[in-house]
C-alpha cells in the first residue's frame, strides 16, 4: 500500500467524525487501492493510486451532497474493507469468497452507520485507519494486530474527547 495510505489512515483516527466527508472518501480512497490491486496487480502503483483519490474525491462529494446516501456508502465501504481485513490480519480460514466476507461486512457497516451514527462513525473511522496504518507497517500478524488495536483505542479516545468538547460548546 503506498505510503498515501498512512497519511489517509492518521488522518481517519483522529478525524473520522469530525469530518464525516473524510470517512467517506478515505473509505472509497482505502476500497478503491485495494480493489485495483486484486483486479489488476501488474499495474504501476500510479494506477492504484490514481483510482484511489478518484474514488476519494466521489465518496467525498457524496458526503457533502446527498449525506444519508455517503452514510450507507461510507458504512458499508469501511465495514467491507474491516471484514476483509480482520479475516486477513487473524489468518482465519472462515471458507466463502471474499467478496462475500465484503458485502457482509459492508451491510453490518452501513446498519451500524446508519442506526448509530456518532458512536459508529467514531469506531469505524478509528478502525479503518488503525487498519490502513497497520498494513502500511508491513509487521508481521500478531504486531500488526497489536499496531491496529492500539491505534483503534487511541483514535477513539482521541475522537472521542473530541466529540464531547464540541457538544459542551
Known sequence: MPESAVIV???????????????????????????????????????????????GILGAWLAVSLQWVAVGVGGSLAGGYLAVALVESLNLDIGGPQWLQFVVGGIIGAVLLGALFNPALIVLSSLVGAALVADSLSLGPDSSMVVMVVAAVLGIIVQTRMFRKGEKD
Open 9 to 55: 489512515g492518521i488522518l481517519l483516527l483522529t478525524l473520522g467524525r469530525k469530518l464525516f466527508w473524510l470517512f467517506v472518501g478515505g473509505s472509497g480512497f482505502v476500497v478503491a487501492l485495494y480493489i485495483t490491486a486484486e483486479l489488476m496487480p501488474d499495474q504501476s502503483s500510479w494506477v492504484f493510486l490514481l483510482a484511489a483519490i478518484i474514488a
